[in-house]
């Protein structure tokens, strides 16, 4: 059984950073792609960034500044953020799926078979 669990979310002022992290357990992290996703409320779902089994990423939200790490050791995928901005508020979601392949383009939710429950990102002074 795969489980993802997000923590790190909270409120941030305008321009701080936040470390989100992605702990996955019953995937491993060098067979498959980890995905970043955010929902603001009102609006879809958005890509973020596509981790691909050999750990590289792409950013797909230009307007969000991040850089993505994570730990095989301990199945953990992490998203720092930095220069935050109200517009990044939002719920991040991780997301998992066994299909290496799929880091073609910006991720979409349905090549994603497992989510996480989401962790809350609130950038407000």
């Known amino acids: 059984q795969v489980l993802l669990v997000e923590s790190g979310g909270g409120l941030v002022q305008p321009g701080g950073s936040l470390r989100l992290s992605c702990a996955a357990s019953?995937?491993?992290?060098?067979?498959?792609?980890i995905g970043w996703f955010r929902q603001a409320p009102g609006k879809e779902r958005e890509g973020v960034s596509c981790?691909?089994?050999?750990?590289?990423w792409t950013n797909y939200a230009p307007s969000l500044k991040f850089t993505v790490s994570r730990d095989n050791n301990l199945k953990t995928v992490f998203l720092q953020m930095s220069s935050l901005k109200p517009e990044d508020s939002a719920v991040y979601y991780c997301?998992?799926?066994?299909?290496?392949?799929?880091?073609?383009?910006?991720?979409?939710?349905?090549?994603?078979?497992?989510w996480g429950q989401g962790t809350q990102v609130t950038v407000s002074s």
């Open positions: 981790i691909t089994s050999s750990g590289t």
């Open positions: 019953g995937f491993t992290l060098n067979d498959g792609v």
């Open positions: 997301a998992a799926a066994p299909n290496p392949s799929i880091c073609t383009g910006a991720p979409r939710k349905v090549q994603f078979e497992y």
